[in-house]
């Protein structure tokens, strides 16, 4: 499983997924639990660019994802890996060390991120 808003879906979006879907092997599955737009505003004073249900339809449609849910609160998490039986949680390293207190339930990696692209560097970019 894994977290994010994936607004102006980018490279480093399709590399990170690509690679936590690895993670599960051959067998295994992706969920990947797309922020809702109250989330992202109420939580973390962020404006997304793409609607939550358009950005939702686009992780879904790549072919290392296999299923896609919300985030609205930050207590989900818990619930989702035990609900969705999830054995690895996976978040990029900018988070490292933030989501540890899942050990209990699951392995919790980190993978490193892709550098020098990320949404708020495009929104910033367009506005030159
Ligand atoms: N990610 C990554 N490499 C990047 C950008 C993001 O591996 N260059 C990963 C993040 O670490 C996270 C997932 O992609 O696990 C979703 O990240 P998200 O926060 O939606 O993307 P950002 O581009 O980092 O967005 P923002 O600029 O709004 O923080």
Redesign the pocket.
Known sequence: I?Y????LF?I??L??LQRARALGGENGSLTVVVSSDRFNWVEKH?KCAIPDVQRAEIVGALKCVDKVLFEDSWEQKRQDVIDNKIDIFV?????KGKFDFLKDLCDVVY?P???D?????LKTKLHG
């Open positions: 894994t994010g808003t994936f607004d980018h480093g979006h590399r990170l962020k978040m990029g390293d900018d988070w993978l991120r892709t550098p692209i990320s949404s708020t560097e």
